[in-house]
T-cell receptor, first 113, second 116 residues
Framework: GNSVTQMEGPVTLSEEAFLTINCTYTATGYPSLFWYVQYPGEGLQLLLKATKADDKGSNKGFEATYRKETTSFHLEKGSVQVSDSAVYFCALSVRAAGNKLTFGGGTRVLVKP | DAGVIQSPRHEVTEMGQEVTLRCKPISGHDYLFWYRQTMMRGLELLIYFNNNVPIDDSGMPEDRFSAKMPNASFSTLKIQPSEPRDSAVYFC??????????????FGPGTRLTVL
C-alpha cells in the first residue's frame, strides 16, 4: 500500500535557523509528492510539489527534492521566521488512487524570536 | 475566487444530539473529501466523492456517521447521535480531475466540533 512517514515534532527553532523535516514514503506506482502547511486555526494549503524523480519543488523559501533512490522528500528552509510556525504535512498521490492523497502524521514547527 | 466553504465554523452540542456539517466545494471541482483532525489521531480521511458518488467510505468510524453529496455544489457530514469522542476539527477539501500529476486538494477552514 501507500504510506508516508515523517519525523515527529514538535521541532523548536530560533529565528534564522535552518529547518529540515524528514519525509520518506512507500508507494505502489509512481507517486507525486507534496508538502502541505497548516497555520494555526486554518485548513491545510499546498506549499510545494514534485511530480518526478529529481524534481525540486520550491515556494516561500522552502525546498524539497524528489529522491526516488531513497524514497524521500525532505523539506528544508535556510532561515526560518516566526511566521513559519505551523504544522507541515508530507503527502503523496498515485494515479491509480485518483485524487486521493496519503498524508504523513504532520510535524509541528515552532519558531521562537 | 471563493475557496471551499464550510459551515458552521464552530459547533458546540450535547451528547446524543444530531450534528450536521456542511461543505460547498470550489465550483468545477469533481472530487470532495471529508477529513477529521484530532491531537491523538492526526488527520484522518473519512470519505470522498467523485462526481457526487461516494468512492471510499472506509474511514467513516461507525454507523453514527453518514455523508451525502446531493449535487456538485453541496455536501453534508452528519453525526447521529453525537458522542464526546467525536470532538475534533472536520475539514472538507475539493480537487479536480485532470489535476494529476498535481492532484492538489483545496481545504476549507474547518468546523471545530465540541460534544459535551
Amino acid at each position: 500500500g501507500n504510506s508516508v512517514t515523517q519525523m515527529e515534532g514538535p521541532v523548536t527553532l530560533s529565528e534564522e535557523a535552518f529547518l529540515t523535516i524528514n519525509c520518506t514514503y512507500t508507494a505502489t506506482g509512481y507517486p507525486s509528492l507534496f508538502w502541505y502547511v497548516q497555520y494555526p486555526g486554518e485548513g491545510l494549503q499546498l506549499l510545494l510539489k514534485a511530480t518526478k524523480a529529481d524534481d525540486k519543488g520550491s515556494n516561500k523559501g522552502f525546498e524539497a527534492t524528489y529522491r526516488k533512490e531513497t524514497t524521500s522528500f525532505h523539506l528544508e528552509k535556510g532561515s526560518v521566521q516566526v511566521s513559519d510556525s505551523a504544522v507541515y504535512f508530507c503527502a503523496l498521490s498515485v494515479r491509480a488512487a485518483g485524487n486521493k492523497l496519503t498524508f504523513g502524521g504532520g510535524t509541528r514547527v515552532l519558531v521562537k524570536p | 475566487d471563493a475557496g471551499v466553504i464550510q459551515s458552521p465554523r464552530h459547533e458546540v452540542t450535547e451528547m446524543g444530539q444530531e450534528v450536521t456539517l456542511r461543505c460547498k466545494p470550489i465550483s468545477g471541482h469533481d472530487y470532495l473529501f471529508w477529513y477529521r483532525q484530532t491531537m491523538m489521531r492526526g488527520l484522518e480521511l473519512l470519505i470522498y466523492f467523485n462526481n457526487n458518488v461516494p468512492i471510499d467510505d472506509s474511514g467513516m468510524p461507525e454507523d453514527r456517521f453518514s455523508a451525502k453529496m446531493p449535487n456538485a455544489s453541496f455536501s453534508t457530514l452528519k453525526i447521529q447521535p453525537s458522542e464526546p469522542r467525536d470532538s475534533a476539527v472536520y475539514f472538507c477539501a475539493s480537487s479536480i480531475t485532470g489535476g494529476h500529476p498535481y492532484n492538489e486538494q483545496f481545504f476549507g477552514p474547518g468546523t471545530r466540533l465540541t460534544v459535551l
